[in-house]
């Protein structure tokens, strides 16, 4: 008897806790992907075609844009910078000629 009574008790907690799950409401093909927070996570590789394009706000927002980044910042190089590391930011490093040398996210 001890042994059917917790055999449905299992089967019920199962359930119940099978009810309160929701199926994932993301598409397999959204660029986008979110973070914990909620924030939209960079994706430094869709940002690549501005290597080599001079620094402009419309380069960086078409870039930010593209990336899902929520910010996105130019880096010169004698820029100081934290080390925080921030999944949603864009990062286009540039050279002294204000040229895209390198895209990353952090």
Do not use: I
């Not at 042994?3 to 409401?25: D, I, M, Y």
């Not at 430094?44 to 910010?71: D, I, M």
């Not at 934290?82 to 895209?103: G, M, Q, W």
Request: charged share 20%.
């Amino acid at each position: 008897m001890p042994w059917k009574l917790a055999s449905l008790g299992t089967v019920f907690a199962v359930t119940l806790l099978a009810g309160c799950s929701s199926p994932s409401s993301e598409s397999a093909t959204d660029p986008v992907t979110t973070t914990d927070t909620g924030h939209s996570r960079c994706e430094a590789k869709a940002a690549q075609f501005t290597v080599g394009k001079v620094a402009s706000p419309e380069l960086l927002e078409q870039a930010r844009t593209r990336a899902g980044a929520q910010n996105a910042r130019f880096l010169s190089p004698n820029d100081m910078v934290t080390l925080e590391y921030r999944s949603d930011r864009l990062n286009l490093n540039t050279d002294a000629n204000r040229l895209v040398t390198r895209v990353n996210c952090g």
